[in-house]
């Protein structure tokens, strides 16, 4: 899958292997309210570079991520989660 990001980078997602997709679903702590509802992901930055080096089909060097703005780094693991995240919530039959 190719995703277009709202700078006009192009970046394609690999195929990954159900381990590197639960190493990957491993990696992400989420922060709740006191009310038990998702306030936001705990080491954001980390886990958001972790995704990008398994799930993009390119370069995923130092020097590629130093070109990549907060926005965009967001903005792929938005795309990667919808993503690698299809069926996660369908209750098996």
């Given at each position: 899958m190719e995703i277009k990001l709202k700078s006009g980078k192009k970046i394609k997602?690999?195929?990954v292997s159900i381990d590197e997709r639960d190493d990957m679903m491993d990696s992400v702590q989420y922060d709740y309210t006191d009310k038990g509802e998702i306030a936001g992901v705990k080491m954001m930055h980390s886990t958001m570079t972790k995704w990008i080096r398994i799930g993009?089909?390119?370069?995923?060097?130092?020097?590629?991520?130093?070109?990549?703005?907060?926005?965009?780094?967001?903005?792929?693991?938005?795309?990667?989660q919808n993503f690698y995240l299809v069926g996660e919530e369908k209750a098996s039959k």
């Open positions: 997602l690999k195929d993009v089909d390119g370069d995923t060097s130092d020097e590629f991520l130093k070109t990549l703005s907060l926005q965009d780094k967001t903005e792929i693991f938005a795309e990667m």
